[in-house]
């Protein structure tokens, strides 16, 4: 079992900047790939960034170069994201797959205003 939380969303003008954090608590030596989704009103639920165990990083081609993602061992990982556009208002969840299972966070609330 793990447990996922995260934290760190709110409001911010367009242009600002937010950290999300994602403590990660149970089984967490079994967690290689950890992600960061999202899901805006009435769409479907996106992947936003990726990081493997070995650092290797992934990102939607909407938030490179404005998205960082990084992680400390298999306990936290982080989303800086910066110079955020209006579009990038949703809920974000903190993501990671073991043994074929699914664990998702409860999801933290980004909006970006204009």
């Known amino acids: 079992q793990v447990q996922l939380v995260e934290s760190g969303g709110g409001l911010v003008q367009a242009g600002g900047s937010l950290r999300l954090s994602c403590a990660v608590s149970?089984?967490?030596?079994?967690?290689?790939?950890m992600d960061w989704y999202r899901q805006a009103p009435g769409k479907q639920r996106e992947l936003v960034a990726g990081i493997t165990r070995y650092g290797s990083t992934n990102y939607a081609d909407s938030v490179k170069g404005r998205f960082t993602i990084t992680r400390a061992n298999n306990s936290s990982v982080y989303l800086v994201m910066n110079s955020l556009k209006p579009e990038d208002t949703a809920v974000y969840y903190c993501?990671?797959?073991?043994?074929?299972?699914?664990?998702w966070g409860q999801g933290t609330q980004v909006t970006v205003s204009s």
């Open positions: 993501h990671t797959i073991i043994s074929y299972h699914n664990y």
């Open positions: 149970g089984s967490i030596l079994r967690i290689n790939t």
